[in-house]
């Protein structure tokens, strides 16, 4: 059986920022606070849907795998914000990307979504049912902020990354995977007001509840304990890791889980100052920004670490191939925007209040 192995990568972070200090501008925080809790400095917000950022981020993915996107055979799609419900963001992507002769799904284990679906890509490639795999992250979040919550409001951001994956050579591609759940706990992370369970429950729409606490408490036990079993399953010791890529949902979990994986600093990639938590988006933004800073040489063993609402976990083991740098280059963006990340975070709570009759 063939590993998988990335062959390609690229991001799409949209171009409107929202600082911590317009934060405090329109609700009860500040920079220090957010700063210090979570290690978050600014976030983007799209002015665009989910399907088009995962399609900007999959033509740079699919360029630098020096493809076509014909040549994908299989697309997946990890999100938990798709455009809509049917058909999957998945579809709507392979229309917008011309990827015509791949099957197409969406994944949604939140923000374990990106380790999720590279074990579908692994399994499928595995057994030769697909050969090369378009895997995207991408997450518009911006739709649950609620400014009226500001133990969420805070913490999140929008943007898509993507990877190509393709049968490995003989010593690289996924080298082990490690996935959970805990059904149970499902309560602590949650978004209600978009279901079967809600239909016509309009006022509750998009609720995002969390319970900060439990959810960081369960974070840094299953990512620490996924990530050291995934690079046992390797037959790999930790300090065989070269660079652990994290989900970037808080500096503090990043920091606990690297402790317990006795890893230095210096081998955790940490971008989340400049995009907050994007979810099932933020691993394969950090994999490509760690690229293009040079940070993966040629065989190094790459851990990525992922946890979110389920709750879901899951980590991956993997020694990158030869090739750090691309074969080909797009110059795909989503079209300019002449609003701020404030405007549109605005715009996105009137038409809340409007929804719930309140404005
Ligand atoms: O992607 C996976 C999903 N999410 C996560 O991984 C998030 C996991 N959890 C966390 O990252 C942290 O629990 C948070 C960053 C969400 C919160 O940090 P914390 O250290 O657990 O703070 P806390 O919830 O215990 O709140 C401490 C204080 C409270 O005030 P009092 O009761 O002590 O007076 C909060 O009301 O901080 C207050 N607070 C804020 N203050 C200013 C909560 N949010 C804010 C805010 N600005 N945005």
Known sequence: MRRA??????????????????????????????????GIKERRITHT?????????????????????????????ATCTPDRIIPSAASLVQAKLGVTNAACLDVNAA????????????????TGAARRVLLIGAEKLSTLLDIEDRSTAVL??????????????????????????????????????????????????????MDGQEVFRNAVTQMGEAATRAVAEAGLSLEDVDILIPHQANTRIIDAT??????????VFVNITGYGNTSAASIPIALTEALESELIRPGAVIVFVAFGGGLTWGAACLRFGDRVTPLGTSDARLPATSFTGLDLLLQRQDERRRRRGLA
């Open 5 to 38: 192995t990335i062959t390609g990568w690229g991001k799409c972070t949209p171009p409107a920022v929202l600082t911590n200090e317009d934060l405090e501008a329109v609700m009860d925080t500040n920079d220090e606070w957010i700063t210090t809790r979570t």
């Open 49 to 77: 849907e989910t399907s088009d950022m995962a399609t900007v981020a999959g033509r740079h993915a699919i360029a630098t795998a020096g493809l076509e996107p014909e040549d994908i055979d299989l697309l997946i799609l």
């Open 111 to 126: 923000c374990s979504g990106f380790v999720y679906g590279l074990s579908l890509a692994n399994g499928m490639i595995a």
């Open 156 to 209: 999140f951001g929008d943007g898509a990354g993507a990877v190509v994956l393709e049968p490995a050579g003989d010593g690289d591609g996924v080298l082990a995977l490690n996935l959970g759940t805990d059904g149970g706990l499902a309560g602590i992370l949650t978004v209600t007001g978009f279901g079967t369970e809600e239909i016509g429950n309009v006022a509750e729409q998009f609720s995002l509840y």
């Open 258 to 267: 690297a402790r317990r994986m006795k890893l230095p600093p210096e081998k």
